[in-house]
T-cell receptor
Framework: EAGVAQSPRYKIIEKRQSVAFWCNPI?????LYWYQQILGQGPKLLIQ????????DSQLPKDRFSAERLKGVDSTLKIQPAKLEDSAVYLC???????????????FGSGTQLSVL | AQSVTQPDIHITVSEGASLELRCNYS??????LFWYVQSPGQGLQLLLK??????LVQGIKGFEAEFKRSQSSFNLRKPSVHWSDAAEYFC???????????FGQGTTLQVKP
């Protein structure tokens, strides 16, 4: 079974530039998540999609961050303009239903490491 | 609001010694609880999870965790640590009606030869 694919693996930009990350979830997974992991901290949920609709974006800084999941499959996360404090690993994850139960599993990608200089 | 606290930022143990990583949570109802491990450059891997039932749960790689409602804790244990266990460990809590996770800040485990 193919895992959650993310690209690029690394990205270095200067502050005020824009950047985009791409995620392809496991086939058939209805739910897709973007997490931000700042160095020395645990991952923090930015946004949760159910198919192509947003379930939770309460912690997404909407003045600079945007995300979309066209056709309910792959997703892009964009930052414009980037700030120094956006330096982090951006993790994408997917799951079958988006509701915890004994059979629900969450699969994480390897992440995109962003450095803002 | 739900939250997770991992009191130990960094722990060092000798190879072969026992290990206990602490996790305390704040949640109004019975929580769903998880432990994940993250090795450098690797994605997050689920070690074990607790939903209900037996409060002692077994996971992969010889890890186990015990849910103690009275102490709001879900500590991770391993009887004998291997050098390959050196990694970052995250405890997480999940609201039962969503699929999201709320993570603690993590504990870095270093294993001495």
């Amino acid at each position: 079974e193919a895992g959650v694919a993310q690209s690029p693996r690394y990205k270095i930009i200067e502050k005020r530039q824009s950047v985009a990350f791409w995620c392809n979830p496991i086939s058939g997974h209805a739910t897709l998540y973007w997490y931000q992991q700042i160095l020395g901290q645990g991952p923090k949920l930015l946004i949760q999609f159910q198919n192509n609709g947003v379930v939770d974006d309460s912690q997404l800084p909407k003045d600079r961050f945007s995300a979309e999941r066209l056709k309910g499959v792959d997703s892009t996360l964009k930052i414009q303009p980037a700030k120094l404090e956006d330096s982090a690993v951006y993790l994408c994850a997917s799951s079958l239903e988006g509701r915890w139960g004994f059979n629900e599993k969450l699969f994480f990608g390897s992440g995109t490491q962003l450095s803002v200089l | 609001a739900q939250s997770v606290t991992q009191p130990d930022i960094h722990i060092t143990v000798s190879e072969g010694a026992s290990l206990e990583l602490r996790c305390n949570y704040s949640y109004g109802a019975t929580p769903y609880l998880f432990w994940y491990v993250q090795s450098p450059g690797q994605g997050l891997q689920l070690l074990l999870k607790y939903f209900s039932g037996d409060t002692l749960v077994q996971g992969i790689k010889g890890f186990e965790a015990e849910f103690k409602r009275s102490q709001s804790s879900f500590n991770l244990r391993k009887p004998s640590v291997h050098w390959s266990d050196a990694a970052e460990y995250f405890c997480a809590v999940a609201p039962s009606n969503t699929g999201k996770l709320i993570f603690g800040q993590g504990t870095t485990l270093q294993v001495k030869p």
